[in-house]
């Protein structure tokens, strides 16, 4: 199992795997998810932090949606650092948690990487009104989650990043299927 190197601030390594990681995951949208609005007034009117954060208010009807304020959990890394791997167990050592391989939902990201990452937040928030907190294992940077609509949904962030040796992780996406469009380039 991948060694975990620390929770909080990310020191990200220089890598590129050509047809899939931050080189393109990391470009514009080709759709914006929309800001969160009000259920009550429809998607023209956004909601508003209110309450000290803990609520948004609709600024027409004052309808309100809770924001439970529980942290989010991510862990990320390099493609083929063992995120998927680490998911299942992570499941087993933290039952307060829901913990999910972010890829299981990868074809939302057809409508843009922005609108994925934005579902994975309000996913989370949905988990902490039922009183659980959730654990990301993807490939997600904090810059890529702090601007998005979304964020105003769930509490603090908290990275760690999985990491193993670079020859190691060569050798893995080589043995990746052909399907995955890994043509391996990678710059460690
Ligand atoms: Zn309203």
């Not at 909080?8 to 220089?14: K, P, Q, T």
């Not at 803990?54 to 990320?76: A, K």
Request: aromatic share 8%; with cysteine.
């Amino acid at each position: 199992m991948p060694r975990v190197v620390t929770w909080g601030d990310i020191g990200w390594r220089s890598w590129t795997v050509r047809g899939y990681g931050p080189d393109t995951m990391s470009g514009p949208s080709p759709e914006a998810p929309g800001a969160e609005f009000c259920m009550q007034c429809g998607p023209g009117t956004a909601l508003r932090p209110g309450d000290g954060g803990r609520v948004l208010v609709c600024p027409r009807c004052r309808w309100e949606r809770e924001v439970p304020g529980r942290p989010l959990f991510v862990v990320t890394g390099a493609s083929a650092a063992g995120k998927t791997t680490v998911t299942s167990a992570l499941a087993k050592a933290l039952p307060a948690c829901d913990v999910f391989d972010v890829d299981v939902t990868l074809h939302v990201a057809a409508l843009g990487w922005d609108v994925w990452r934005n579902t994975w937040l309000q996913l989370a928030h949905s988990i902490a009104l039922n009183g659980r907190s959730t654990v990301l294992c993807g490939s997600l940077m904090p810059d890529q989650l702090s601007g998005l609509p979304a964020r105003c949904l769930v509490g603090p962030l908290h990275f760690c990043t999985l990491d193993c040796p670079d020859e190691i992780l060569a050798a893995r996406l080589r043995a990746r299927t052909a399907w995955c469009g890994f043509a391996v380039d990678l710059a460690v």
